[in-house]
């Protein structure tokens, strides 16, 4: 029986912009247990890092208690360290130097603190580069010594934030495995770890428990076990099985017009942003699946063969979906007819497709009326972001106009005169 470590109870962080407060996690109640590797996944903006640095203790909740051990954190939890995605070391300092820092910061003396310090290194496999500079190593390297880092100070709680998205595939794969190994031979100190990550397949052949959340508000929508040996391999039967369960999950069912596309601003309702996607990578997804059997793929599938990241392939396929042009369900994603004629048209029957699918989605309708009865139908760029405040938070707000103008460019609806930064009516 494992015992508690650490405990969310209902968790809530709000920001509030102008008038407006906007909820970035609701409600989040998770326990984290001795012996626990704990993964936390979810699309772009439903607060995964939010929770973490709660966790941590480096982010205060708007409402909820934190637990360690049964008693409530407050400030920095010092039992906990984290480890994030950029390495953050100090460029100045040898590696040695940047692993000796932490155990300086909790008073450890300059004698112990090099000791401890080459032992960690030695841990990580970094020995014999003690006395490199970051600059000297390659991107897993520098993970590596901000690993050793982390662990120098002992922690019970082991916090990851995306510590491998910034490397590439094999250093990836590479630190990962390392990690494991570290973890399961009891080599180091730690006695649970959460992650976060975009990556399910990192997430089911690392993990003894996924938690997977939704945005818009972000809260917890799943618990997902895993309860297979080490070593996985993503090839394996039982780990495709567990991505797929959890690429159904994350990507959901498609639901009924009216729900999909969500409120206009300022009407009742859920206004829902649009993707932040390349066009061209939604036509090329597009294509990919009508050269496949029945129009249909599986979700867990496509990032590697698409070369894409799973976070950018679930917003390539909701806005496949909020377009018309495809359905999800149970994990897998088909082309509708009308994304069947969209593939299959010219370039400029493609842009009428389009254009009439995208003046249908709520916020560019809006966008398009307070065009229409603007001043020579121009509105400022500063302006139309002040209304959208009201909906979205300052920065969803400035990538949604991000998305307008791309998206309404490309439909030939709506032009945008950077210099001026203005909108206006497509002639």
Request: net charge negative; proline share 5%; with cysteine.
């Amino acid at each position: 029986m494992h015992n508690g470590l650490i405990e969310l109870r209902n968790i809530c962080q709000q920001y509030k912009s102008r008038e407006r407060v906007f909820t970035a996690v609701n409600n989040v109640n998770l326990k984290i247990s001795e012996g626990e590797f704990v993964v936390i996944v979810g699309p772009s903006g439903c607060g995964k890092s939010t929770l973490l640095r709660i966790v941590a203790g480096l982010q205060k909740p708007t409402s909820g208690e934190v637990l360690y051990r049964g008693a409530v954190i407050e400030g920095v939890n010092p039992h906990a360290t984290i480890v994030f995605q950029t390495f953050a070391l100090f460029p100045w300092l040898t590696v040695q130097q940047n692993v000796e820092v932490a155990l300086k910061a909790r008073g450890v003396s300059a004698g112990s603190s090099a000791t401890r310090a080459v032992e960690l290194l030695d841990r990580v496999g970094l020995d014999g580069f003690e006395t490199a500079y970051p600059r000297e190593l390659s991107g897993g390297m520098r993970q590596k010594v901000g690993f050793a880092r982390a662990m120098a100070v002992e922690p019970e709680l082991l916090c990851l934030d995306e510590p491998f998205s910034a490397l590439d595939v094999l250093s990836a794969e590479n630190l990962r495995r390392d990690l494991l190994e570290l973890w399961a031979s009891g080599k180091i100190p730690t006695r649970s770890i959460l992650m976060i990550t975009h990556n399910i397949e990192e997430a089911v052949t690392m993990a003894d428990r996924i938690i997977i959340m939704d945005k818009d508000p972000g809260r917890v929508v799943a618990e997902h076990p895993v309860s297979l040996p080490y070593p996985r391999y993503n090839k394996d039967a039982s780990v495709i099985h567990h991505m797929d369960t959890i690429y159904s999950v994350l990507a959901g069912q498609t639901q009924p017009e009216e729900v999909e596309m969500g409120a206009e601003p300022g009407e009742a309702g859920h206004m829902r942003t649009l993707p932040s996607v390349s066009l061209n990578e939604l036509t090329g997804l597009m294509e990919y699946m009508a050269e496949m059997p029945a129009d249909t793929a599986n979700l867990y599938e496509l990032p590697k063969e698409l070369n894409v990241e799973p976070d950018n392939l679930l917003r390539l396929s909701e806005a496949a979906e909020i377009l018309g042009f495809a359905t999800i369900a149970h994990g897998d994603i088909s082309l509708s007819p009308l994304g069947e004629t969209f593939v299959e048209a010219s370039i400029i029957l493609r842009k009428e497709i389009y254009a009439k699918r995208i003046q249908r989605l709520p916020l560019v309708h809006w966008v398009l009326q307070m065009l229409q009865n603007a001043e020579s139908n121009e509105i400022k760029w500063d302006d139309l972001k002040e209304v959208l405040e009201a909906e979205f938070t300052p920065r969803v707000a400035e990538k949604q106009l991000d998305v307008l103008i791309d998206w309404g460019r490309y439909a030939e609806l709506i032009s945008y005169d950077d210099r001026e930064e203005v909108f206006s009516l497509a002639i």
